[in-house]
Structure formats: C-alpha cells, structure tokens
C-alpha cells in the first residue's frame, strides 16, 4: 500500500520547501510540493521535481571504496574503473589510521575538513562531523564560498540576518530585485510577487545579466558589475536631498545618519558620475530613488549574486541602508529580505560542540583556514602544510576559484583525500576513498530556512540505497573507531541519536523557539517560529499573534548595540574600511589597470535548472540547460570578428577555456557571461570550467569569495 512521507528540501536554496514523497513497496515513486506549506503551496521548482532521477541515477555511489594501486588521480582518469569496493568495516580502518598517522606526523592541524551547502539541514550540515574535527583537532574550516560578505554586511547594519516575510510581498506596491533571479532560484517568493503586480505593484529588476526575472519586470534596470554600492549610495543622496527620507525614523532608529548624509553629497556620489560607473543613465538614477522612496510600501529582494564582487560587502551594507532611511520597515509589505536565517536561533554549540578542540591534542582553537583559498592552501603554503582532506557536502573540483590551482594541490602525490559523495564527481576523481552518502529522501533531518520563517522535520521515506551513510552516521562510525566516546578525554555526545540531537538545537531560551518540540515538528508538517514575543497586534487585543505578520524593524529594536540601524558602523572602521560605504573598485574591474589588458568583466554565473554543481550530470536536468555557452555582446563580437556559434577562447593569466559563443541582449558590452559546470562535461575533454578564470581574491566585508570581479579577453578560435 503506498505511503506519503513529508520531507523538506535541504539543498542551497531560500525556499526549504515542504516535500511529499510518495512510497511504494519501499521505493520513492512520486515527488510533489506539500500544498500546506505556506511558502511551497504545492508546487516544486524544476530541479526538485525531477529528483528522484538523482535518488535512482544509475551512477549513484552506493558502497565504500578505495583507489586501486596503480590508478592515477586527476581530471578525466576513469571514475568507477579507478576504485575497488571495500566494506565499511575496511573503509573506516583505513580513514581513521591515515588521519591518526598524519595527526602525529605533522600535526592534526595538517588535516583540513571541506564542506559547504550541499545539504542546509541541521544535522548533516554541521553537527556529527564537526564534533569529530574538533575533537581530532584539525584546521577548522571558514565557510566563505558564498555568503559571507553579505552576511556580515547586512548584520552590520541590522544586526542579525532577518527580513520581509516572503508572504508580505503580495502587499507590497513598488518591488526592487536586486541581483535577484526570483523565477530562476527562490520560485517560491514568484507567485507573491505575481499577486502584488496584479494588485498595481510595480517590479524592476537591477541586474548586470538578464535573467528570467529582468524578462519578466516591469522596468529593467541593467547596471555594470561591481558598482551596486556607487548606485545605492547616489540614491540615498536623491531621497536625502530632497527630503523624502523618513525623518522621524531615522532619528529614533538609526544611527550615523549625518555621516551618511555627508558620504553621499561627495561629488563622487552624484548622478553623473554614478551613471559613468554603472552605465545607468542619470535621469533612470534619479526616478528610481524618487519612485522607490514615494511609493508605499516598497520592499527590496536582494540577493547573493551582488556580494560576490571584491566590494560587495559594502555594496550590501548600503542597499540594507535603503529601507532604514526611508522608513518602508514599518510598512506592510516593506523592508528588505537577504536572509532570515538568524530567525532560526539554534543551540549550534549543543551541535558543534567547538569546547571538543579544548579535548584535542592541540588543547586550543585550531587554526582557521578560508575555503575560499583551497588553491593557495593545498599547495603547500600554511605551517603546517594540508597533508588530508576530508571532502563532504561539496564539489571543490568544480566550485572553488583558481581551478587551475585547486587541481595542482588535489594532485599533490602526498596528499590524502577522502570524498564522502552521492555521485562521481570531479572532486572524487582525486580521493584516495570514496564514502557513500545518502540522499534526503533517506535520513531524518531538522530544516530551517533563509527565505522563510517555518521550521520542518524532513522525515526518512526510503532506506538507504546501497551501504550510503548520512553525514552523521558516517562521523558517528569514524567518532567511536577513534575512541573519541573512552577515557579522560572521552564524551557521550559521540553515541547521541539523531532525535537526541535534534532535541538538543532546539534546546534553547530564546523566546521564538517557545512551544517548538521535535514531538510537536513530528506532528506538524511545519512550524512557523514564535515571534509572538515581537510582533505587535495592530491594536487588536484579541488578535493571535503567532500569525501576525512579522515585521522585525516596524518600531526600531534592531539588534544592534544601541538597538539602532548601524548606518555608520565604528566594527567596520576597525578593519581599515569606510564605517559609512564607499565605492572602491574592484582590482578586476572595467576600472581598474587589468583592464588594458583584459577588457571584459567575466560573470561566472549560476545555472538556472542546475544548484551550484548539483545536478550538472543527471541527464533529465542536462536537458534543461543549454551550457558551456559564453554570452556575449553583439558590440564586443563584432569588434573580435565572432558570430552566434563560433568557438572562442576565454583567457587571463590564470587560464583559458573554450566555449561556444551565444551572441544575444543578455549582457551589454563590456559584460560577458558563462554558466557553472562540471569540468568533466565540458566539451573537447577540456576537463576545466569557468574557474580556470576566478581568481582567489577575497571580498573586503566577510573574506569571501569574488567570482563576479573577473576580468578576461576573448578571441575566436
């Protein structure tokens, strides 16, 4: 008799939506959206729909194995052909011995654990294997492939990462998408959207590439890439100059408005010199601050594609700054939404337990090591040097920046590599073990959100295929072969269960979490957060406040210090920047001296019908995607002699690749784009992607990643 299991879906996207997964005779036959959920409603994105293609793919990883002796490592050597199946009995001896043998060779620092979004559920993101790391006492990792530059900068500001609810949209009259491709990657925020237009909203769309979501606005705003911050500092100077910033609100709610209001008169900040940078004509500048500042209520999609320049901390900085000075906090239907995950506020000590490095042979905090820099780290320059690498919830092969640098260290001959993996991939083409890894549809897992406010158990509807182990039961098996659970130094926390464990996250006593049990979550397919604590009743004493809208700022008590908008921010002066914002160009910009000789800015943008790497090999999604594309200007193919299908070379002093040229509107000159992809399925066994171009320079807010400031030259072949 067929079953339906509610789950959620973990992947690397704001909508974590509720999930039905339909069971017959122990096989996953049917995947649909959850219509209860309030933010899902019943439909599933493209990627999602198809994902039981990925649960069934006939190139699932589903048992331990090792590399045969003679097999080499690196790009394009025979996946399955290169590796012998062992048990896991044999699989965790011959981990645990490596990693012992290395941790007293050169210190347990020298091993290097690598992971990032390959799953955002609690446990299997960051619990079990964090406890085991902390307590071998390996190099900790700073997880800045993606986010952080904008994270830090909008907790700058507001003080913790909360925003519009996405359901508040639909009130919404005037909607900025600001390097925002909502029909492409948050689907779920479109229908919402789609209902306040049909009410008269108006929908523009800011955005160096024209995407699904600028073919779909109402204004399309196309600006050059880097230069977010310049324009949403010119703005604030039009609605400040001409006095239709909220005045009351900003002196009761803000702080630093005065040095705001002088950053943004400087000559630099004028509407003639803005639209000299971000190519945006003056007038255009001066109408949509007009039109947003005037237009109530008016809310503000940001996204992470504009923090993935070398200033985009500080571009995020000043465009959280919009909704402080006008006031659209207070509104229905305004504000702005980056994320909302600091609504979420787990016990993430009781899962990480980071006391376990005091218990380590180091008897301190490890040393930190950026993600964002793998290239430079495995190529032996950090003491002491990466001797192993413990690969999860990531494809570094193919997302890190400098490929050509990442490979380089990955071929390292002693270099030890462990890839724990659902799939073959780029990356696992250099293990020396290979770890079987389960899906979502076959572990139990507790679900939050970056894009919503409800809170999900995602349940296990299969068993697991094969011998694949989740993340935890995999660090639980390595834990207690090391004996981290015996002696002096030994801790329970090795052997917890997985509802131990979820018990403990939610374990906490902060008032939002109030009446949230992981009992209550089984019950209930989800759960929306308790902000009955902060959420006014509007004047109606009767009214349930537990569905009241959320409106974090509506009256101020941002989480700062003083409780006021940091407009000005003496955290960010200590690190040598501006405490208002600037505009400061990117090493690799059209503005800068790289650009003599590489002219065009490279967006290495995201896959629409693929998740970062994910998905890239599932033929189902292959067809969805038309790829190894460069999209170019019919001006900048013009003056290189290239016609639509011509195959060019992409090129700068880190690498080269060869794309077929897509000669169409999508950028305007001086812009070029290509899409993420395995480097294995680039055509002409090229075995190298986009990041043969990136380069390992770190943003000024946060130390994250700058895949958008990269400069190339392109020629036909």
């Known amino acids: 008799m067929p079953k339906v299991v509610h789950a959620a879906c973990p992947h690397d996207c704001p909508d974590a939506c509720g999930v039905l997964i339909t069971v017959d005779d122990g096989k996953a036959v049917k995947i649909q959206g959850d219509q209860r959920h309030p933010m899902t409603r019943g439909f599933l994105c493209a990627k999602v729909t198809k994902y039981i293609d990925r649960v069934y793919a006939p190139d699932r990883l589903l048992y331990p194995m090792k590399r045969r002796a003679n097999a080499p490592k690196g790009p394009g050597k025979p996946g399955p052909e290169a590796f012998e199946r062992i048990s896991w009995d044999e699989a965790i001896e011959l981990v645990t011995s490596k990693l012992a043998a290395t941790a007293k060779e050169f210190g347990p620092e020298s091993i290097l654990p690598y992971s990032y979004g390959g799953t ?3 446990l299997n993101n960051a619990s079990m294997d964090q406890r085991f790391f902390h307590r071998l006492g390996a190099s900790q990792l700073n997880r800045t492939i993606c986010a952080t530059a904008g994270a830090d900068a909008l907790v700058s500001v507001l003080g913790k990462k909360l925003g519009t609810e996405p359901e508040q949209f639909a009130k919404s009259k005037y909607i900025i998408a600001w390097g925002a491709n909502v029909h492409g990657n948050n689907v779920h925020l479109w229908p919402f959207i789609e209902e306040a237009r049909r009410n008269g909203a108006k929908l523009v769309v800011i955005d160096p590439y024209r995407t699904r979501t600028a073919k779909c606005a109402d204004w399309y705003i196309q600006i050059n890439p880097g230069t977010d911050v310049a324009l949403a500092l010119c703005m604030m100077r039009v609605i400040i100059s001409e006095k239709l910033h909220d005045a009351d609100y900003v002196m009761k709610h803000t702080h630093g408005f005065d040095e705001l209001r002088a950053r943004v008169m400087e000559d630099a900040y004028s509407p003639d010199n803005v639209s000299r940078l971000t190519g945006i004509p003056a007038a255009d500048i001066i109408k949509l601050a007009r039109e947003y500042a005037t237009t109530k209520p008016a809310a503000i999609r940001l996204n992470y594609g504009v923090q993935r320049s070398q200033n985009g901390g500080m571009a995020v900085r000043a465009i959280t700054m919009l909704p402080c000075i006008t006031g659209s906090w207070k509104d229905l239907g305004g504000g702005l939404q980056l994320s909302t995950s600091g609504a979420f506020p787990f016990d993430k000590d009781s899962l990480t337990r980071p006391d376990l490095m005091l218990k380590s042979p180091l008897r301190r905090a490890a040393r930190i090591i950026n993600m964002s820099e793998l290239g430079r780290v495995l190529l032996n320059t950090t003491d002491p040097p990466v001797k192993a690498v413990f690969v999860y919830n990531s494809n570094p092969a193919a997302v890190a920046p400098n490929h050509n640098d990442v490979v380089k260290g990955f ?16 990356t696992t083409d250099f293990a020396d073990v290979i770890l079987p890894a389960t899906t979502f549809f076959e572990h139990k897992e507790l679900q939050g ?27 639980q098996l390595l834990a207690l072969k090391m004996g981290f659970d015996q002696g002096p130094d030994g801790d329970p926390c090795f052997r917890q269960t997985v509802d131990e464990m979820i018990d403990g996250a939610l374990k906490t006593s902060n008032p939002w979490f109030d009446g949230i049990t992981r009992e209550r979550l089984e019950a209930e397919p989800q759960v929306r957060m308790n902000f009955s604590s902060s959420t006014k009743h509007e004047g109606d004493p009767d009214a349930d406040a537990h569905s009241l809208p959320f409106r974090p700022f509506a009256d101020g008590q941002f989480y700062t210090a003083n409780k006021k908008a940091a407009l000005y921010n003496e955290d960010i002066k200590a690190m040598g920047l501006d405490p208002v914002a600037s505009f400061v160009a990117p090493t690799e910009s059209r503005h800068s001296k790289a650009a003599e000789k590489f002219p065009l800015e490279l967006l290495g943008r995201k896959a629409d019908n693929h998740l970062n790497s994910t998905f890239c090999n599932i033929p189902t999604h292959q067809k969805m995607e038309e790829s190894h594309l460069l999209e170019i200007s019919r001006a900048d193919a013009a003056k290189r002699n290239i016609a639509d299908g011509d195959q060019v070379r992409v090129f700068n002093s880190r690498g080269e690749i060869l794309l077929k ?11 070029v784009a290509s899409r993420l992809n395995w480097p294995s399925l680039t055509p002409g066994n090229q075995q190298r992607n986009i990041n043969v171009l990136t380069a390992e320079n770190l943003t000024e807010i946060g130390a994250g990643a700058t895949f958008y400031s990269c400069l190339v030259e392109v020629e036909k072949v």
């Open 411 to 426: 071929l390292r001959p002693d270099l030890f590599t462990v890839v724990h993996e659902q799939m073959f991939t780029d």
């Open 449 to 475: 959100s970056y894009g919503h406010y409800y809170l999900q158990i995602s349940n296990q509807a299969i068993a697991p295929l094969g011998e694949a182990k989740s993340n935890v039961e995999m660090f």
């Open 661 to 671: 040229a897509r000669v169409d509107g999508a950028v305007r000159e001086g812009v």
């Open 120 to 122: 955002l559920g609690q």
